[in-house]
């Protein structure tokens, strides 16, 4: 059974337009660049794009789409959107509301300014910190200075270290060079960061000599040169193609697939596993001849 349904907001939810990406001409944040005396206006534009299948919820009876109801847990009635609070629960079951001018009394200096604290070595932040990059574009009056920073950057292979409020929450940022264009990276605070020492890692026998060369080995023959484009979402077009499927069979069962037999969890012969792995590199090296301006490892 396939379900129709005319209601497009159905399959929209909030934060889809910031999830969509792409460049509609409309910033989400207006302000400048500021380091030392340096004020560069600028405006800032998503730097990623997602796109994501979206499901409804249906009544499995029937296909009719299924409502969310914002419901108050005290006694299971409709609360519409102009009775609806922002609450901070300070205690178990204890609440205090905060309004709009509440988060306007927040004093945070340049609000509207992506202020540069710092700049450092760009090779020594672990990307681990680096979150979400959106593009910034120069506004009237700041093409010189924008690309003034961006040239320095750069050459320099430093990035500025920024902190930004964007949406009433204070972000630590990264601005870098990226081509013709400033970057603005969102970051985590360090405390964000969950403590790497809390997890157990192998501190006893190590790989011998023989297994780190054919690891290394095995490293530089599957080396290639850095191409986005090689790489894509199979499971996203996989599973169109099932959607596909049972759209044209009518919303039928498909034949089950046979299952995938995982991988051994544990490896008991480092040096055997690595030289199939070699042997499998090598293999794939000779059956796939390497393109026109690309390196062969």
């Known amino acids: 059974m396939v379900a129709h349904t005319s209601d497009k907001k159905r399959n929209t939810r909030a934060g889809d337009d910031e999830e969509s ?43 009719s789409p299924v409502n969310f109801k914002r419901v108050a847990a005290v006694d299971g009635k409709e609360v519409p959107w102009d009775q609806i609070v922002k609450g901070y629960q300070y205690e178990k079951g204890k609440y205090v509301v905060l309004k709009d001018e509440d988060f306007k009394r927040v004093d945070l200096e340049a609000t509207d300014t992506i202020d540069i604290v710092d700049f450092v070595e760009l090779a020594e932040i672990n990307p681990i910190y680096f979150m979400r990059p959106y593009y910034m574009e120069p506004l009237r009056g700041g093409g010189g200075a924008y690309a003034l920073l961006r040239d320095v950057l750069a050459k320099t292979q430093k990035a500025g270290i920024a902190k930004v409020v964007i949406r009433t929450r204070q972000h630590l940022a990264a601005v870098k060079a990226n081509g013709q264009l400033l970057v603005l990276e969102l970051m985590h605070f360090a405390d964000e960061l969950v403590n790497p020492g809390t997890f157990a890692v192998p501190s006893k026998k190590l790989p011998g000599r023989r297994e780190a060369e054919m690891a290394e080995t095995l490293v530089n023959q599957m080396t290639t040169r850095w191409d986005p ?45 690595l030289q199939r792995s070699l042997d499998a590199a090598g293999r794939g090296r000779r059956t796939s001849a390497p393109k026109k301006g690309v390196r062969a490892a």
């Open 21 to 63: 990406g792409g460049r509609s001409g409309r910033a989400l944040w207006q302000g400048a660049i500021s380091f030392g005396l340096v004020t560069i206006p600028v405006s800032l534009h998503l730097a990623t794009r997602r796109e994501e299948l979206k499901f409804n919820l249906l009544r499995k009876t029937d296909l």
């Open 229 to 273: 484009r090689r790489y894509n979402d199979e499971y996203a077009s996989a599973l169109m193609k099932v959607i596909k499927r049972k759209v044209a069979t009518g919303g039928k069962s498909l034949p089950a697939q046979p299952e995938h037999r995982r991988a051994a969890g544990n490896v008991i012969d480092l040096a055997a596993v």
